[in-house]
């Protein structure tokens, strides 16, 4: 087991450093002249041409995948795309139809409910997309399409690097649908690739910051909650890092979107509370840093993750964690880093199995 684990004390670690090979491994074989091309995986354009809306399913990491690229692609195509919890789903009457394009996403391509909602959306005559991480698995085989994601096995249960390869993936495939329904140009199609490209160094200088995470954990490990915000794009990524901190450290952890704060979770907020603020969106930048200004009044001590260039005056946080200035809409790569290096290291300081925790398992195929 120490030789699978090449070094790094934990699976989960090792997996958090794999994530721009993976990231890599998961996009250049799909690059061609620049733009995102599925003819290998034998994804024909009319399911991304014809269809008038995107129902997508998952549980877990991966819903939380679906999550932020629902908040990017549906400004991007202009039509509706909804992200459904696979085990609500199935029991639903969802409002799917042959002209839905149903993206089913699993990193092990075997969980029960995941595998139900796949059979739904086919029942009600979808065209069916799943993003998998496992080569064969039930939900591959069973989909019309697979978009595979090359992270190589996950043995950590706290999702990593099979979380960012989804979003790279549905990113990817969102690109291609904008360029297919001509959203985009074939420039602006190659642009949106060599920004998600750009993402890759931005991960790599996160783990650069190894240490300074690895210090602030500190703040969170005697305390029984720890809240996460932001708005947009930004609260979807807090939803995964408050999962991540849950799971392995048993922190009680809960995302909330900014704005939304003053409507109940505030009540929460007193003396040293910690919050991870994450405002790496320009266009909510100033509402983010207002709602950090409320919990910082009320005590909280904030922890901030923003971009490089943010102008953010003194005393808004507590802590500050820049990721590099790229593009707003791939933010969620070198924040997804942090987030789970926040996650890891509160675990190994409360002396925890970080990556065994208790009571979940990595593949849920039972009820
Ligand atoms: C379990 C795992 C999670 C995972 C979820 C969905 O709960 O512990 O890490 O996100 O299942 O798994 P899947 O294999 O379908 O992505």
Not at 266 to 287: G, N
Request: one cysteine or more; glycine letters at 4%.
């Amino acid at each position: 087991e120490s030789a699978m684990k090449n070094g790094f004390p934990h699976f989960m670690l090792k997996e958090i450093h794999e994530q721009p090979d993976a990231l890599k491994n998961t996009i250049l074989p799909r690059l061609v002249k620049g733009l995102p091309d599925f003819t290998d995986d034998q994804i024909p354009d009319h399911i991304f041409k014809d269809c008038s809306q995107i129902h997508i399913v998952a549980c877990g990491t991966a819903m939380h995948a679906g999550m932020a690229a629902r908040a990017l692609i549906e400004p991007l195509l202009r039509i509706p795309v909804t992200v459904s919890i696979a085990s609500e789903f199935r029991y639903e009457e969802p409002l799917v139809d042959n002209k839905t394009l149903v993206v089913i996403i699993s990193q092990s391509g075997e969980t029960i409910d995941t595998l139900a909602a796949l059979r739904l959306a086919k029942q009600y005559g979808a065209n069916t997309l799943s993003v998998v991480n496992v080569k064969g698995s039930t939900i591959a085989r069973e989909s019309d399409y697979v978009l595979y994601t090359h992270a190589g096995p996950e043995i950590a249960v706290a999702s990593t690097k099979a979380y960012s390869v989804q979003l790279a993936a549905l990113y990817m495939i969102g690109c291609r649908m904008a360029y297919v329904r001509e959203c985009y140009s074939k420039e602006e199609a190659t642009e949106f690739m060599k920004e998600l490209l750009d993402a890759i160094p931005a991960m790599e200088a996160m783990l650069e910051k190894k240490e300074v995470v690895k210090d602030l954990v500190s703040h969170l490990i005697q305390k029984p909650d720890a809240f996460f915000i932001g708005r947009g794009l930004d609260y979807a990524f807090s939803l995964e890092g408050a999962l991540k901190l849950k799971e392995i450290s048993y922190i009680h952890a809960e995302a909330y979107a900014a704005g939304e704060l003053k409507h109940g979770t505030i009540a929460l907020i007193t003396d040293q509370v910690p919050v991870i603020a994450i405002a790496t969106q320009e266009k909510v930048f100033s509402k983010t840093i207002s709602n950090i200004r409320e919990v910082k009044a009320r005590g909280a001590f904030v922890i901030l993750l923003t971009k490089e260039n943010a102008q953010v005056e003194r005393g808004v946080s507590d802590i500050q964690i820049n990721i590099p200035d790229i593009n707003d809409r791939f933010t969620v790569f070198p924040i997804a880093v942090i987030l789970q290096l926040i996650a890891y290291y509160a675990s190994v300081g409360k002396n925890l199995d970080v990556d065994q925790p208790r009571n979940l398992a990595k593949s849920v195929t039972v009820e």
